[in-house]
């Protein structure tokens, strides 16, 4: 087989994957033993492509190489039903009619199916790292190598994860089908806080080398957009997809030559995308014309777009920003909110209004947190209080775990000094 072929069938498989394991993961009930078929069908493509050529419609293909798979190993089980034997005759037919008949019947319920593995991958009986873990490679279709490198883990610590997670998931009896109602909207959550864990980490990269993992970006993005065409009508999905669209705008400027990072306010701003930010900005007004506002994910996006607005740093409203964080506080609570908070009212209103929301929050709920000293050294930078401010960029590039962030945060502290150091009499 040609590399080129190879490619242009491990690409195809890339694209129908998630939505394959969908369908099998309702026929047999079991998440692992779907991507083991979905698997199947690929080897079986790999093998059968290169001689009778790539089939007119290769999902439809795939699906049916798969689901007669499937079927034999629910016949030698003694699990076939005589629904799945007639299902089974009509996979038999091998035509090119015959599949894209089977793809138009499947596409009533094709997004109902992709949406339920979404749901039961992001479960919240699983753990956070567990969900983003499952995430990534039943959605998003990365290798576990990929997965391993984008979090700076070990093949055999994300391999074991996706393991765990399947087994619990298999333990626990779980219907495959999309929950409704409350159920539905309490699922939503988790849903869309793991593929916001999966931005973050991508954004701001939490240890390495690297300030920022693109891939990961760009995949919760991927994933943010295929949730909103199976979920077009909620407002914090296209929430969440505003938020990720807009703040992945700024990736290109938030580094310098030199790698280290470069503060939101003294970032080139013609570096943003502005497509992204037009993506992110339409998916907000959807979001606001649905009645989400004041959704957490619609709240921190219209965050972004006040950033994303302003074409000077100067121009911005911080004034606004600071009434959205009171809003996010409402809805959202939490001290990361609050910490935020205070960074908006700094720049709105001094670094002294900053410092006084800084001393409300429980400073044990964020004891081992990196940008709790960092924003107070920022504060105290600004308020002329450099002695102080350089005690906690030290101590904040103590605790950060991340080598660029360190390194910059090091050197905001030497510049305290040496600004102090020319200002002594």
Request: glycine share 8%; proline share 5%.
């Given at each position: 087989?040609?590399?080129?072929?190879?490619?242009?069938?491990?690409?195809?498989?890339?694209?129908?994957?998630?939505?394959?394991?969908?369908?099998?993961?309702?026929?047999?009930?079991?998440?692992?033993?779907?991507?083991?078929?979905?698997?199947?069908?690929?080897?079986?493509?790999?093998?059968?492509?290169?001689?009778?050529?790539?089939?007119?419609?290769?999902?439809?293909?795939?699906?049916?190489?798969?689901?007669?798979?499937?079927?034999?190993?629910?016949?030698?089980?003694?699990?076939?039903?005589?629904?799945?034997?007639?299902?089974?005759?009509?996979?038999?037919?091998?035509?090119?009619?015959?599949?894209?008949?089977?793809?138009?019947?499947?596409?009533?319920?094709?997004?109902?199916?992709?949406?339920?593995?979404?749901?039961?991958?992001?479960?919240?009986?699983?753990?956070?790292?567990?969900?983003?873990?499952?995430?990534?490679?039943?959605?998003?279709?990365?290798?576990?190598?990929?997965?391993?490198?984008?979090?700076?883990?070990?093949?055999?610590?994300?391999?074991?994860?996706?393991?765990?997670?399947?087994?619990?998931?298999?333990?626990?009896?779980?219907?495959?089908?999309?929950?409704?109602?409350?159920?539905?909207?309490?699922?939503?959550?988790?849903?869309?806080?793991?593929?916001?864990?999966?931005?973050?980490?991508?954004?701001?990269?939490?240890?390495?080398?690297?300030?920022?993992?693109?891939?990961?970006?760009?995949?919760?993005?991927?994933?943010?957009?295929?949730?909103?065409?199976?979920?077009?009508?909620?407002?914090?999905?296209?929430?969440?997809?505003?938020?990720?669209?807009?703040?992945?705008?700024?990736?290109?400027?938030?580094?310098?030559?030199?790698?280290?990072?470069?503060?939101?306010?003294?970032?080139?701003?013609?570096?943003?995308?502005?497509?992204?930010?037009?993506?992110?900005?339409?998916?907000?007004?959807?979001?606001?014309?649905?009645?989400?506002?004041?959704?957490?994910?619609?709240?921190?996006?219209?965050?972004?777009?006040?950033?994303?607005?302003?074409?000077?740093?100067?121009?911005?409203?911080?004034?606004?920003?600071?009434?959205?964080?009171?809003?996010?506080?409402?809805?959202?609570?939490?001290?990361?909110?609050?910490?935020?908070?205070?960074?908006?009212?700094?720049?709105?209103?001094?670094?002294?209004?900053?410092?006084?929301?800084?001393?409300?929050?429980?400073?044990?709920?964020?004891?081992?947190?990196?940008?709790?000293?960092?924003?107070?050294?920022?504060?105290?930078?600004?308020?002329?209080?450099?002695?102080?401010?350089?005690?906690?960029?030290?101590?904040?590039?103590?605790?950060?775990?991340?080598?660029?962030?360190?390194?910059?945060l090091l050197g905001r502290a030497g510049l305290c000094s040496q600004t102090t150091g020319r200002s002594?009499?």
């Amino acid at each position: 087989m040609t590399t080129d072929l190879h490619r242009t069938i491990e690409t195809i498989f890339r694209i129908e994957r998630a939505r394959l394991i969908a369908g099998l993961a309702r026929m047999v009930r079991d998440v692992g033993l779907a991507e083991e078929l979905a698997q199947d069908a690929f080897v079986t493509a790999l093998s059968e492509w290169p001689r009778i050529g790539i089939p007119v419609n290769p999902g439809a293909w795939l699906n049916a190489a798969a689901r007669r798979r499937a079927i034999d190993l629910l016949r030698r089980n003694r699990m076939l039903a005589r629904k799945h034997a007639e299902i089974g005759r009509d996979l038999m037919e091998e035509d090119e009619a015959g599949y894209e008949a089977m793809e138009a019947a499947m596409d009533d319920d094709v997004g109902d199916e992709l949406l339920g593995l979404i749901f039961i991958a992001c479960h919240s009986i699983l753990s956070p790292e567990a969900r983003v873990a499952l995430t990534l490679r039943l959605i998003g279709g990365l290798t576990t190598e990929e997965i391993a490198r984008a979090y700076l883990a070990s093949e055999a610590t994300i391999a074991q994860r996706i393991v765990r997670a399947k087994r619990a998931l298999g333990k626990a009896g779980l219907s495959f089908e999309l929950p409704r109602g409350r159920e539905r909207q309490e699922r939503l959550s988790s849903v869309l806080a793991v593929i916001y864990l999966i931005f973050n980490e991508g954004y701001s990269a939490t240890s390495g080398a690297d300030l920022t993992r693109p891939i990961l970006c760009a995949e919760a993005q991927r994933l943010a957009r295929i949730l909103v065409g199976l979920a077009p009508d909620e407002p914090e999905v296209l929430g969440l997809l505003a938020l990720v669209e807009i703040q992945a705008s700024r990736l290109a400027a938030r580094i310098g030559p030199d790698g280290m990072p470069i503060p939101l306010t003294e970032q080139n701003r013609a570096r943003w995308d502005r497509l992204l930010i037009r993506r992110g900005l339409a998916a907000l007004d959807r979001a606001q014309a649905l009645g989400g506002a004041l959704g957490p994910y619609a709240l921190q996006a219209a965050l972004a777009a006040c950033h994303a607005r302003a074409n000077r740093a100067e121009d911005t409203d911080w004034a606004r920003i600071a009434g959205l964080y009171d809003e996010l506080r409402r809805v959202m609570p939490s001290p990361v909110v609050g910490l935020n908070r205070a960074v908006a009212y700094s720049m709105a209103f001094g670094p002294e209004a900053g410092l006084k929301l800084l001393d409300e929050i429980d400073p044990s709920a964020l004891a081992h947190y990196a940008p709790l000293p960092a924003a107070r050294g920022d504060f105290l930078f600004r308020a002329g209080r450099l002695p102080e401010a350089a005690i906690q960029f030290e101590r904040a590039a103590s605790l950060s775990r991340n080598e660029r962030e360190k390194v910059y945060l090091l050197g905001r502290a030497g510049l305290c000094s040496q600004t102090t150091g020319r200002s002594a009499p």
